[in-house]
Structures are given as C-alpha cells and as structure tokens.
C-alpha cells in the first residue's frame, strides 16, 4: 500500500502527542529547558537541511516570491484561525496555546527532509523505511512537543497525513512523466528551501523573534517548479522566441 508510511506516520504523532499531554504535570522549568533543547536540535537540522542546494539563488527567489504569496493569501493566520477553532471547541491550556501547538507542530512535522524524500521513497519505490523511521522520531517529539505545548500537537497528524499523502500520491504519479534524476533534483532544492523554515521555527521556539513562517510555505512550490524550468531554460527562451 503506497501510502502505509503516511499512515503510520500520522498515527505515531497522535499516540505520541496524547502520551505527552499526560506529562503535562512536569514543572515549567522543566518544560522549557527541553524546548530549548528541541529548538536548538531543529537549528541545526535547518542548517542542515539549508546546505543541501546547488542553486542556491534559485532557494533565495522561491524565499521571496513564497513569502509574498504567503502574505497576500495571510496562510499564517488562517493556520492560526484554525489553531484557535479547535481550541474552543476542545479548550486549552491557556489563550493561544493549542493554536501555537497545532501551528509549530504542524510546520514542523511537514517541513522536514524526511518527509519530502520518505513521501517520495514511497511514491516512488513502494519503500516506508524513511517515513517509518520519521514515524519513531515523531513519535517521540510528539511526547514531548505536547508536554510542553499542550493537546494542539495531536491535531497535526491530520495536516501532515494530508501533505505527506499527496506527495506520496504524487511522485507516485509524476513518475511516468519526469525522470528520477529530475525528482530528486527537485527535492535537493525544496530541501533546502525548507530548511531556512526550519531555522525560523527554531527562533520563534526559542523566543528570539517572532518570524511568520507559514507564510513562507509557498516557496517549496516555486523551488519543486523552478528545478525544471531552469534545467529547460534554453528550450523555454528558444520557445520563446519563436513567438515574437
């Protein structure tokens, strides 16, 4: 079943987040010397991650061009407006507090490497192991992402089977047009793009600044379409021309 790593995926993190809302007794200093911990562990995996482009101009111009569409279509606040949905409709912890969880959660769990390549391993070759290895990791950051945030956590299993689900779908698909080489070039330079997300998620978990990074969510689109329209560029131009 192509989508057997999404699934188990997405339920890891809930088992994991309501594990952790039974831990939410632990004292607050406790609380937040672990998120600091995970924010820094995220810091480097974004750097990480970050370093992965050989066209790097390319990751700089989806940034722009993403941010802007982001702002324009505010996903940052219809996120957050869904965040605070559920929170009256389930309550929490605190004003805020499951819409904070639901958003860092969410971003966090979807923007990573693991899921771009696990989805594509399973679109591509019917293989979980990367998916099910993000599943364990999940898991457990789950735990300790919902002792510290509150029941939030729990509601973005729901965004991240969605989002690993159609990429998984899609790769499945998009096979049969573009070649593999093409695919993963593609996922070097989303890759990438993500990762500079994932550093702003660690400074806003850190407290540093508050940077509005759902809003940049748009330029993994413009990274995955950019790949090949720089690899055809001179058919494109020659195209192009041919017109005028």
Known sequence: MVLFGTIVNAVAIAVGALLGTLLSGIKESVRTTVMQGIALAVLILGIKMGMESDN?????????????????WRLEDKLNALGFWLENRIGGK???????????????????A????????????????ILLTKSMLDGFSA?????????????????????????????????????????????KEVTAAGGI?????????????????????????????????????PHIKDWFSGLF
Not at 94 to 112: D, R
């Open 56 to 72: 790097f101009l390319l990751v700089i111009f989806s940034l722009v061009v993403g941010s802007i569409l982001g702002e324009w």
């Open 197 to 233: 997300m994932i550093i702003a998620i660690a400074i806003n978990l850190l407290e540093l600044k508050k940077i509005r990074t759902a809003n940049m969510l748009p330029a993994i689109v413009i990274a995955a379409i950019g790949v090949p329209v720089i690899h055809n560029w």
């Open 94 to 112: 605190g004003k805020g507090s499951v819409a904070t969880a639901f958003v860092t959660s969410t971003l966090v769990y979807c923007v990573g």
């Open 114 to 129: 693991m899921a771009i390549l696990g989805s594509v391993d399973s679109g591509l070759r019917n293989d979980h192991q």
């Open 143 to 187: 735990i300790i992402f919902a002792s510290a945030l509150g029941l939030g956590v729990l509601f973005s299993a729901i965004p991240v089977f969605v989002y690993e689900g159609i990429m998984t779908l899609g790769a499945h698909y998009i096979n049969q047009i573009i070649s593999k080489d093409m695919l993963f070039a593609i996922v």
